[in-house]
């Protein structure tokens, strides 16, 4: 990985930029653990307090989700929903948006837009609608500040973990 084949030696530059994207990775993990932990503090106060004024639009989010055994729903909460909700909400919605002057002239109209979009995705609950307009703006707010940078894989490994810590939350309610 830093020795090259060329000079039979190792490369400073390559060293560097191993360093470099070591870095990235983990503030991106450090950056999800501290959004992860304020969401979801956030959430289960607003869950506590609002609860019995919430309105139920269209059942609750988890029951489905929940009725499998563990593995499938990690399966689906922490992989494969991560993986296509990321392609859908940030990288073609950040493409589409794009496409308009509109909106390619200020970053923070698409990352309002993606909030939006992702929150209105998530048609369960009022609150629920409310918390996923939240993490949508985390979501492609992440995606906007890290384009050339992993941004695909940055908002899906912080999706992942949201969900992970909500399916731990779910199973100790």
Not at 33 to 48: A, D, G
Not at 105 to 125: D, E, M, P, S, W
Not at 140 to 146: A, E, G, P, R
Request: glycine share 6%; charged share 15%.
């Amino acid at each position: 990985m830093i020795y090259t084949d060329k000079t039979k030696s190792f490369s400073i530059k390559k060293v560097n930029k191993y360093i470099r994207d070591s870095r990235a990775v983990s503030s991106i993990l450090i950056v999800g653990s501290i959004l992860s932990s304020i969401y979801f503090i956030v959430w289960f106060i607003s869950y506590k307090i609002l609860n019995g004024w919430d309105i139920v639009l269209d059942g609750d989010p988890n029951a489905s989700l929940l009725k499998g055994p563990l593995y499938i729903t990690v399966l689906e909460a922490m992989i494969i929903g991560p993986i296509i909700e990321t392609l859908i909400f940030q990288k073609f919605l950040y493409f589409i948006a794009t496409l308009f002057s509109w909106f390619r002239h200020n970053k923070c109209r698409i990352v309002i837009l993606g909030a939006f979009i992702f929150g209105l995705a998530h048609f369960f609950t009022l609150l629920y609608i409310i918390t996923t307009v939240i993490t949508g703006a985390f979501f492609m707010y992440l995606y906007v500040i890290k384009q050339n940078k992993n941004a695909y894989w940055s908002v899906v490994i912080l999706h992942s973990m949201i969900n992970g810590v909500a399916i731990f939350l779910s199973y100790f309610e």
